[in-house]
DNA sequence: TATATTCATGAAAATTTTAGCATAAAAGCG
DNA sequence: CGCTTTTATGCTAAAATTTTCATGAATATA
């Protein structure tokens, strides 16, 4: 070796590799092999080596940490478990004989799979999923709210949707959001932002059950600010660092 | 610092689509291209590779999240092969503009899975399940018409409806039923009746298609009588012997 | 229908991997 | 110490992979 000093043995070097994607869940063979100032080669024998010991994932031109993996492997429920904290909850919001308006969406179905047997509520939906859900509720009264189906989010759209709603007076309406942040809700969707307004309207207060990774994301619509969000209800507790930026702007936190 | 915030690994590039769509359930090809810094091309195979891999549902301009597209897979339906004969029967009656108006039931879900690609319909139905079938369909128009969501049959009933009903006029009605003699067409839901003789009201013609087996069966509540029905559809040929006393009555029999 | 997007395909360019070989250091041994 | 063996590393050329680009076809959208 020309300089002993700075040699490194193999150790050391997979050592250095497993700390670099320990902080930043990547590597790439050249930019190791620039900073360890050895081949690319000798990078992509010590990146297989730690692949064959299930210490990182190795693909095409660096490797992964092993938590990208795992990540990628659960996704049949997204965030399943948040959602169902989510939905807990948002249940404690409902009490007997309210009248309930909500849009369609996953954490909206969670919400509905997990009502409570005794609880006698009215639902107003535009989503035929969620009503469906409900309709096996044996107390729930379910009215769905008629228009054309959107092919893409599965809920009714349209003028009639919105001039039925703003028929209804709700206590509560549910909320679920595909993007938001500290100036208000955003949707991708011209057609399901104009019935969104309509809910708000329409109701006394309004809910926005959503996971905490939607916050702080901004999509091209806006719903409404985020100032008239009567509560909002994530996952984390409203202590979480992600969450205090909003406590200043909404009434509740969840 | 080492990560190069140029270049990206696929896989890592992967799990970015999949967290975008997860979060808003959809991406535009177009939009990723852009957060990436990769050309669509690029995209586009990933998207094939996800849709593959079935974690997203490839569609034209981007890829939508899973979870949206399952909307219960039942295969279990009782006669599920005579169903399945109706149901192309059924089919060969669709024209390019129609507007069909159609009830709920498995006959009728058979019916709206097998819909050809290249129809274009519009469908106005009081089953959500149909409806949500029948979004799956690009070029079918659905309306959902509102109101109360029966909880033993799972389509709409009221006043609402059959009001609704009253301002269409549809091409075909597609009735599916429960009980039907040489009389008429019966049911056991009060309810039910009045929307279905709505929905016969509203239509040029009328559609039964049926198993068989409800021929010669009779319910609490008479529908409309036999010799209204325009054509009988079963899974028999009509020169069947069951079919034989049904000839004089049905304008067509297939 | 006409126009604009998006898709599929194959070829080309860029990058990464593999494998074989050479070199050199390190280790083992008489 | 000399000698051989083992191990680690770097180099090259060919193979494989990934990405881009160009084109016409398919598809949406007005």
């Known amino acids: 070796m020309l300089t002993n000093r700075n040699s490194m043995l193999k150790k050391e070097r997979q050592a250095f590799i497993i700390k670099e994607i320990n902080l930043h869940n990547k590597v790439l063979s050249s930019d190791l092999s620039m900073a360890l100032d050895v081949s690319e080669d000798t990078i992509r024998r010590d990146l297989n080596e730690l692949a064959l010991e299930g210490r990182v994932v190795k693909v095409h031109g660096g490797a992964l940490s092993k938590s990208y993996q795992m ?3 659960q996704t049949d429920t997204y965030a399943y478990e948040k959602k169902e904290v989510i939905a807990m909850k948002t249940l404690k919001l409902f009490k007997d004989g309210m009248v309930i308006l909500t849009s369609g ?3 909206m179905r969670e919400i509905a799979k997990r009502l409570p047997e005794s609880l006698q509520v009215t639902f107003f939906t535009i989503s035929p999923l969620i009503a469906l859900e409900l309709a096996e509720h044996p107390k729930a009264d379910v009215i769905l709210l008629g228009g054309q189906l959107s092919n893409a989010s599965k809920v009714t759209i349209g003028a009639e ?3 039925k709603i703003s028929e209804i007076k709700a206590d509560i309406c549910i909320l679920g959001i595909n993007g938001m942040d500290l100036d208000g809700i955003t949707d991708s969707d011209y057609e399901i932002v104009q019935v969104k307004k ?8 309004m809910i926005i059950p959503t996971i905490s990774e939607k916050l702080n994301t901004a999509l091209r619509y806006k719903v409404t600010p985020t100032a008239d969000i009567d509560c909002l209800i994530t996952e984390l507790s409203p202590l979480h660092d992600t969450i205090q930026p909003y406590l200043s702007q909404v009434k509740l936190v969840l």
Chains 1, 2 share one sequence.
């Not at 309509?198 to 207060?205: E, L």
């Open 71 to 73: 990540a990628a492997v």
């Open 105 to 107: 969406g996953t954490t």
């Open 161 to 163: 949707v919105v001039q």
């Open 198 to 205: 309509a809910m708000i309207k329409a109701s006394k207060q």
